[in-house]
């Protein structure tokens, strides 16, 4: 079986956390970059515990910390220049491409975003400007610049000299423009090689060929370079002038946004949360999505007390049942979302699982003393009952702190057995918050009610 880099990334992220000399972690750290690519680095440093993070960070040479910095979500990002002298902050900023800065100016604050566009040089800073004109969903926000273009008037010696210095990732096509920059054509780059010298490229461009517009939506002009059969595709202005392209690697990682952040919205979370985010900002980010599915769940159980007459005594608890199996249901989701996909991305082992618990823990305590609490209030009110009140303001505490367990546990136990928990995980999870909801709720309702 091929063995791939990230595959060895939970055993090098175990291995650092269990070290205790400065001399081995800093033989790790030597592997990690010989061995994973700047985004998998970046994903170990995301992997650990941030009280560790900073000790690591510093064994790391200038280089490999710009790699990693430029790599990290953005709650990781902004934690890190929070974490570290100013001074720091704006060394990690000197050599930023466009891209890159273009990226970071929707993270970092806007003094770190100022000093690096004065580090840009000339040409970085038309690019840059160019960028500016359009909205961070259109294309133009977002182009590659090394598209390789020339002028109409090219003969194909003249080419050939070109191609010798080297030719930009992912060429298929040198883009013939006019002297204003009106793209004309596109050549073949596997026709220079049946061509004369003397011949002009006008003689063999393609004039038949299909552009992107700078103000396309960018996941919707992705897919279309996407489907293109194409390695990149050019991109125009209103005037039909050349700007740039769009590769198909890129294209694939905006289809990949669009499909993490559906997959995170779907848990109520936002897509780049850190895998070790403060307690506090991930109750809020949570707490948030709690409070939505807390609309509905009372809606479902005054659908329920329309029937409650036949019910008999424990009209009430039935009622109820439902907040307490959906609260519990929703805040096990989104902890088994981070981590089923911190499992994906080997960030979750056995030595930082127990600081994970710890802190799920923690996050389903904070989220579950505040809505047990608004679920309190408002069951008196609906029900004018103090005890019926405290009944269910226990019962959500517990099964939002039970659910934050589970969402850590199950997955851990499916991955170990081998079975996706990201196909799994959801059922039983739903299942065990159900059970401990309605166990808890009306076991409860039998000793304080009845």
Wanted: charged share 25%.
């Amino acid at each position: 079986m091929i063995e791939y880099p990230i595959d060895q990334l939970p055993q090098l992220i175990d291995e650092l956390l269990q070290c205790d000399t400065t001399e081995r972690k800093n033989k790790l750290l030597a592997d990690a970059k010989e061995i994973l690519s700047t985004e998998h680095l970046s994903l170990l440093f995301e992997a650990l515990p941030k009280d560790q993070r900073i000790d690591i960070w510093q064994l790391l040479d200038e280089d490999t910390q710009h790699e990693i910095f430029i790599n990290l979500g953005a709650d990781s990002c902004r934690w890190l220049l929070q974490t570290l002298d100013e001074d720091d902050g704006f060394k990690l900023l000197d050599e930023v491409s466009v891209a890159e800065l273009l990226e970071l100016e929707e993270v970092i604050p806007e003094r770190f975003v100022e000093y690096a566009r004065r580090q840009l040089d000339e040409v970085q800073t038309k690019q840059y400007e160019l960028a500016q004109q359009y909205l961070p969903e259109q294309l133009g926000h977002w182009l590659d610049f090394d598209s390789l273009k020339v002028s109409d008037k090219l003969t194909v010696g003249g080419a050939r000299k070109i191609l010798q210095k080297g030719l930009p990732q992912y060429t298929e096509v040198i883009y013939l423009v006019s002297r204003k920059g009106t793209l004309i054509g596109e050549v073949s780059v596997n026709t220079l090689f049946k061509a004369k010298d003397s011949d002009t490229l006008l003689s063999f461009a393609d004039h038949d060929i299909t552009s992107l517009h700078a103000d396309d939506d960018l996941y919707e002009a992705a897919e279309v370079v996407i489907h293109s059969e194409k390695v990149a595709m050019p991109v125009v202005n209103v005037d039909n002038k050349l700007l740039g392209r769009l590769k198909v690697t890129s294209a694939y990682e905006l289809r990949q946004e669009v499909t993490d952040e559906a997959a995170a919205k779907a848990g109520g979370l936002r897509e780049d949360e850190d895998l070790f985010a403060s307690v506090r900002k991930s109750a809020k980010n949570r707490g948030i999505w709690l409070g939505i599915n807390l609309a509905t769940a009372f809606l479902a159980s005054w659908f329920i007390g329309l029937f409650g007459a036949t019910i008999e005594q424990v009209v009430a608890l039935a009622v109820l049942m439902p907040v307490v199996a959906s609260m519990g249901g929703i805040a096990g989701s989104q902890t088994l979302t981070v981590i089923v996909r911190g499992l994906a991305l080997g960030q979750v082992t056995d030595s930082n699982r127990k600081a994970l618990l710890k802190k799920e823990l923690r996050v389903g305590a904070v989220n579950g003393c505040v809505w047990a609490m608004v679920i309190g209030v408002l069951t008196y009110f609906w029900f004018s009952d103090v005890m019926l009140s405290i009944t269910i303001t226990v019962a959500i505490l517990l099964n939002l702190i039970a659910a934050s367990l589970s969402g850590v546990v199950i997955p851990s136990i499916l991955d170990k057995m081998k079975i996706d928990p990201a196909l799994s995980g959801s059922v039983i999870l739903t299942t065990v918050t159900d059970i401990v909801g309605f166990v808890t709720f009306l076991g409860l309702g039998s000793l304080l009610l009845l």
